[in-house]
């Protein structure tokens, strides 16, 4: 009965990694991709056969796709229209989808969080009704053409803040506030996706404790902990250290899960990549449950491509090894 017992007992376990195994998200950033495309790109396999990057990734174990959305971008790419056209491809593998909101024309990070020039004259009452209304505008539309959603990200690493000057960290009542309208929003349309705050360096625990003890403190609502991590090829075994420490204080800290929302490093630097990459999924495939996933930022960018360079595609349009350990 003993032998019998700890058989269930392994089989559990076995199972319970399984499961694990199962939802960790394998995640690739492709917002590029349909500008791309349009621009004459193509994706390689390993024989050199041309085929859609989504069924790369897929072969290559990727089973989540990261997907920005601006307000009124210029020449429309990552509106809702193009959104929905990427998150149809990767639907299609059954890859799960997370969406990015940036509440912006364009690109929102710690050093640019400009308001949509449509809302550029709006008060904080009116940005509030804006973003809710905007979240819940664009989520409704890819729901109702078919699309779950499990994850949204409520602005672009907002270290700073979002939709400035208003919504700056200065002020953590008033970004809480459009927080909360994003959230709500969300909710609204799934109620059972997962709400992420995302902010830049996930290697700063310092920065990180003071935003989150900030927002809390004024009431924001989140699911998730996201983190940005493009640690430098020569040290990055002492940055995927530091992340390692901000995941557990974080988990420890707020009782919210983490992910790695964005990952990458120089392509040339392909093989010191794949290693980095192995040790940040053990890392966070480490802390269990509160370990959500790994997504790398637009591994499927030609070198040089708008000037980024830390995909993980040679100049051949083919995957380097880069993103192996998935």
């Not at 779950?148 to 990200?153: A, F, K, N, R």
């Amino acid at each position: 009965m003993k032998l019998k017992a700890l058989l269930f007992a392994a089989c559990g376990l076995a199972f319970a990694l399984s499961a694990r195994s199962a939802t960790f998200a394998n995640g690739a950033d492709v917002s590029w991709v349909s500008q791309q495309e349009s621009s004459g790109y193509s994706f390689y396999n390993s024989s050199s056969v041309k085929t859609d990057p989504f069924v790369l990734l897929k072969n290559l174990q990727v089973n989540a796709i990261r997907l920005r959305v601006w307000v009124n971008p210029s020449g429309g790419w990552n509106n809702g229209a193009d959104v929905l056209y990427k998150a149809k491809r990767a639907a299609a593998q059954g890859q799960r989808i997370l969406i990015d909101f940036h509440y912006s024309d364009s690109w929102a990070d710690p050093g640019q969080q400009t308001k949509p020039a449509a809302w550029a004259s709006h008060t904080l009452t009116q940005l509030n009704s804006d973003v809710y209304s905007h979240t819940y505008g664009i989520l409704n539309y890819l729901k109702t053409n078919g699309i779950t959603v499990e994850w949204v990200q409520v602005g672009n690493e907002i270290n700073s803040g979002m939709l400035w000057p208003e919504g700056k960290t200065t002020s953590f009542s008033n970004l809480a506030g459009l927080i909360n309208n994003g959230y709500s929003a969300v909710k609204a349309v799934y109620p059972n996706a997962s709400v992420i705050l995302h902010l830049a360096n996930g290697y700063d625990n310092a920065v990180f404790r003071w935003f989150f003890d900030g927002v809390k403190a004024a009431g924001a609502k989140w699911d998730v902990i996201g983190m940005s991590h493009y640690p430098p090829a020569s040290d990055w075994a002492n940055y995927n250290s530091k992340i390692s420490t901000n995941m557990w204080d974080m988990v420890s800290r707020y009782s919210k899960p983490v992910m790695v929302t964005e990952v990458g490093m120089d392509w040339t630097q392909a093989a010191t990549s794949k290693s980095m990459l192995a040790d940040l999924l053990t890392k966070t495939k480490a802390l269990g449950a509160n370990g959500l996933g790994v997504f790398y930022w637009e591994p499927q960018a030609y070198p040089g491509w708008q000037g980024y360079t830390m995909g993980a595609l040679d100049a051949s349009g083919k995957f380097t090894v880069a993103i192996d350990p998935f």
